[in-house]
């Protein structure tokens, strides 16, 4: 199992850890802040050891990097993790974004299935199964998702089954969703954003989400 400190330190941006396994081009270490794709949001991006991470994929309770051929880690080797700040902190800020605007989508049109997700680095999305467009509620969706953002609420994140590393994230008074991912302090950290219709089908409804800032 890999200890994931991007649970309990997600501003962290460095760490010193040992291999602990190798196969070939993949490794793994006994602790990590390197986040592997899961629930949508993708990778984080950095090096191991010095060298650039390929891939980082979740394997149940470890996490496998793979690095490019011949990097030579061996087992018990001390290494330096270091992962793309802008690049994580823009991950966490879109990510808390899209599921202001989930929460606050299921508030509005109670009953609705969310079928999808994805969070990257220039946009995050929600799907829904709807045969109606969403896009009469994104002025709502807009200025109640401002409010939550002025009002700079903390996002509190915990293990709801520590052994099985479900986790969950709260903001008093709004909502609480189980969710793995990494996330701001606070709401206000999100920023303003922007709501984009997309039709990806009939039956389906794509809710792309937009940061004004970098």
């Known amino acids: 199992m890999t200890h994931k400190n991007f649970w309990s330190a997600p501003y962290q941006t460095e760490l010193d850890t040992i291999i602990t396994a190798v196969d070939g ?9 390197f986040f592997a794709f899961s629930g949508g949001q993708e990778s984080d991006a950095g090096t191991l050891g010095g060298h650039p991470v390929l891939q980082a994929e979740k394997r ?14 061996q087992v018990g080797d001390a290494v330096h ?11 966490m800020r879109l990510h808390f974004a899209a599921e202001m605007v989930l929460q606050l ?3 509005m049109r109670p009953g609705i ?9 220039d946009k995050a999305r929600v799907d829904f199964a709807s045969d109606t467009s969403l896009a009469p ?16 609420l903390p996002i509190v994140t915990a293990f709801s089954d520590e052994a099985a590393g479900r986790r969950y994230w709260e903001v008093e008074g ?5 969710c793995g991912g990494t996330h701001p ?10 709501l984009k219709r997309k039709n990806t089908g009939r039956g389906k409804e794509r809710i792309e989400i937009l940061l004004d800032a970098p």
């Open 60 to 73: 149940d309770q470890t996490i496998v990097y793979t690095l490019p051929a011949g990097h030579g880690l």
């Open 113 to 121: 299935e969310r079928i999808g997700a994805h969070i990257a680095i």
């Open 81 to 91: 993790l270091q992962i793309d700040w802008a690049r994580r902190y823009r991950l």
């Open 25 to 33: 081009d993949q490794v793994q270490v006994a602790q990590t802040i």
């Open 185 to 194: 302090r606070t709401t206000a950290e999100v920023g303003a954003l922007r």
């Open 137 to 152: 509620l994104f002025p709502a969706i807009e200025a109640a998702a401002q409010e939550l953002v002025a009002a700079g």
């Open 105 to 107: 989508v299921y508030q």
């Open 174 to 178: 709004f909502a609480r969703m189980a």
